[in-house]
Structures are given as structure tokens and as C-alpha cells.
């Protein structure tokens, strides 16, 4: 008996000593606002932070008071909104208001056809970023690593 709560003491202090080394892993929701089918951007962009370690949630089509609720029951770091439906002035407010409502301190990010005129206004209301079609994908993980890493949400 004695020998069983030994293990189960030293399987915690290995636990919380690996926790102290091992950094939190940057967590993302991916989503994609309405309808929007165009799927080969999100899911490029969902596998490249993968790869560079972050934890993806691919949260699929979702109204912005989904994901405003999936950014805060996940607890994220980064809200990614992939958007090629040219709604992106409607859902994008509207999303950002309910993160902001529901208290979601998290990186909000916006990905797809946007135009250029559009970007600034976005900005304004607290999206961080907006990458268009050709950015590189190492722009859009060295963005997340650095702005996250520094607290800047």
C-alpha cells in the first residue's frame, strides 16, 4: 500500500517539474463564420500551426456567437476566422463584439479575400492581423508566436 502512494506522489512531482519546463502549447480556434464553404485556406493554414506545435481546435462553419462560446469554454489563445464569402464586414464586428462580451482575451486573427480597403477598418474594431491570400505561412506562425508570446491581446 505504502509502495502505491509513493508512485502516485512521484508520478506528481515528475508532472509538475515537467510542467515547469515544457512551455504551454498555443492554443487556436479555427473557424469559419456562416456558411462559408472555402475550406483549403483554413485547413492549410490550421496544419502549418500544427506543425510549428501549436494545439488546433478546427471548429468548422459557426455563427460568431458559436465561436465567441467555443473561445471561451476552449480557453484560447488565438481566434483564427477564415472568411472567403465576402461577409467578412458583417461577421467580423459582430464576432469580435461577443469575444469582448464574454470576456475572451485572445488573438483575433482574419484570414481570406479581404480587400485592402476593408483591413483598416477591421483593425479598428480589434481584429490584430489580416493575412490575404499569399502570405507565407511561416509570416502567419512567427505573427502568432510573437504577438502571443508577448501578451499583446
Known amino acids: 500500500m505504502a509502495h502505491a502512494d509513493w508512485d502516485i506522489k512521484t508520478r506528481i512531482k515528475r ?13 487556436v480556434l ?10 483549403r485556406g ?23 456567437s458559436e465561436i465567441a462560446e467555443s473561445a471561451l469554454q476552449e480557453d484560447v489563445d ?17 464576432t469580435v463584439r461577443l469575444l469582448k462580451e464574454k470576456g475572451v482575451n485572445a488573438l483575433v486573427l482574419v484570414g ?3 480587400p485592402q480597403e476593408d483591413i483598416p477598418q ?8 489580416v493575412f490575404v491570400p499569399g502570405t507565407r505561412l511561416d509570416d502567419i506562425v512567427h505573427f502568432i508566436q510573437q504577438k502571443v508570446g508577448k501578451g499583446a491581446c
Not at 479555427?30 to 475550406?39: E, L, N, R, S
Not at 500544427?50 to 471548429?59: K, P, T
Open 122 to 129: 477591421l483593425k479598428a474594431i480589434g481584429v490584430h492581423e
Open 42 to 64: 483554413a485547413i492549410v493554414v490550421s496544419t502549418a500551426l500544427r506543425d510549428a506545435g501549436m494545439e488546433i481546435i478546427f471548429a468548422g462553419n459557426q455563427t460568431p
Open 112 to 114: 481570406g479575400t479581404i
Open 30 to 39: 479555427m473557424t469559419k463564420p456562416g456558411i462559408d464553404g472555402h475550406w
Open 78 to 94: 488565438v481566434v483564427g476566422i477564415s472568411i472567403l464569402s465576402a461577409g467578412h464586414m458583417r461577421l467580423v464586428p459582430e
Open 15 to 27: 508532472q509538475e517539474a515537467r510542467s515547469k519546463i515544457v512551455p504551454k502549447r498555443i492554443k
